[in-house]
Every structure is written in structure tokens, then in C-alpha cells.
């Protein structure tokens, strides 16, 4: 049986991520500040609740590490974030650096903190967004968002090739524009379900062969 951490459990993404995740037989660890009641309705049913750990704290990487004492990890999920709008006319340095620190910097504090808990055949999978695109960039602003997962996106290709040679492959993923709270449940947005079906369907095709690769949840692969 495999072992599936994800972080941002808790809502969006994440939770159908553990449903989805937990649906087919995975054990999962589901990793948030606080849990909601949708994610301690999954907990009723086997799933393992890590909450109170805020990714934005230096200690988060630690903490987790020590909670996870002898666990083996198969498939690391790094998926939360978190998106402000940030227009140049009102540009807040609390709101850039905060970006910053969950969306890029805590991914990659995570993935040093808990290395031990991985092992050859493990897969590390970074939820970035195509809004890290420099060259798909045609509308401008979220200049705290963008910035974040422009740096997710290059941390990725440097543990890609970091870890080649420890046998763990890296996915680097977009799920698409989809109905969260991220983007006030916009409708145009493909649904969580949807979209969670098309990632882990990335992450089980992932191979070292393909590691590093930034893709669309859709299986298309985006420029940098
Ligand atoms: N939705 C989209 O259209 C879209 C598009 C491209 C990329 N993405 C990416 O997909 C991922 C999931 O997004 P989503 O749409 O599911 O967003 P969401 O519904 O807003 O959920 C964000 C998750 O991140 C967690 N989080 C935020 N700040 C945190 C912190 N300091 N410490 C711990 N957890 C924190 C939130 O926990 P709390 O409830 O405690 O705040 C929540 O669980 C993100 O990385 C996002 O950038 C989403």
C-alpha cells in the first residue's frame, strides 16, 4: 500500500486529492492548519490527520519530520499555496513575501525536512501554476503569485536533478483553472474532481525519464 502525504488537506485541491487518493487505497496523510469537517469525515474512514502546521512558520518542516518518525513516504504532494492580488499600484512587501514563503520556499524546505522519509522509487509533486510561466505571462499583475511559482517551478528543475541519482522523480503540475476558494469558485473553472483525476494521472505516469517536466493536469507539457 502506498503512502501519500498532502499538504493544503484541509479545502480545494488538497481534500480531493485525499478523497481521491484515498478512495483507490492509498494511505494518506493529510497535512493542514486546521481540519475541516470534510477532511475529518475522511479521517472517520482510515485517513491520518497531521493539522496545526503552518507553512509559512520556519519550525513546519521540522515539526512534520518529527511527526512522521519511522513513516515511509511513496508520493510527497506539496500542494498548498496561496494567491493575492497584488496590483503594481498598491504593491504590499507582507503580502509579496508571504507568497513567497508558502508558495515557494516552504516546498522546498519541506522536501529537504522530509527526504529522510523518502526513498528510491518515491515521487515529489510540486502544485505550481501556469500563472509561473514567464512565457505564457500575456495579462501581467499577481506579481506575488507569479514571482512564487516562477521560483517554484526553477526549485523543481534543480530537485529533479538533485534527486535523479537517489531515484526520486519530480512532477512539476498545473491543475487547470479550477472552482476553489483560490479563485472565488469561479465558474468557468473545471471542477476539483475533474481536475485531481487528471494529476494523478501525471503522477502515475511520472518516470525519471520524464522527471522535471512542467505540466498541465491535462497531460499537455507548458513552456517555462
Ligand atoms: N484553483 C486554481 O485554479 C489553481 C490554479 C493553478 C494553481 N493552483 C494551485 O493549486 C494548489 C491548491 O490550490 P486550491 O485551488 O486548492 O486553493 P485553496 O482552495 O485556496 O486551498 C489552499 C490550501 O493551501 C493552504 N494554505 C495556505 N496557506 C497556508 C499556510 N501558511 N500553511 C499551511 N497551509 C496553507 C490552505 O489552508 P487554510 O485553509 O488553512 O488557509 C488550503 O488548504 C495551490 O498551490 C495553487 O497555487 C490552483
Known sequence: MNTVLVTGANRGIGLEYCRQLQARGDRVIAVCRTASPDLQALAAAGLRIEAGIDLSHAAAPGDL?????????????????????????????????????????APLLLTQGLLPHLQAGSKLVLMTSRMGSIDDNTSGGSFGYRMSKVALNMAGRSLAIDLKPRSIAVAILHPGLVRTRMINFNPQGITPEEAVRGLLARIDGLTLETSGTFWHANGEVLPW
Do not use: C, D, Y
Open 65 to 105: 519530520a518529527g511527526r512522521l518518525a519511522g513513516t515511509t513516504l511513496h508520493t510527497l504532494i506539496l500542494n498548498a499555496g496561496v494567491l493575492e492580488n497584488n496590483r503594481l499600484e498598491s504593491l504590499e512587501p507582507q503580502s509579496l513575501r508571504r507568497q513567497f514563503e508558502v508558495n515557494a520556499l
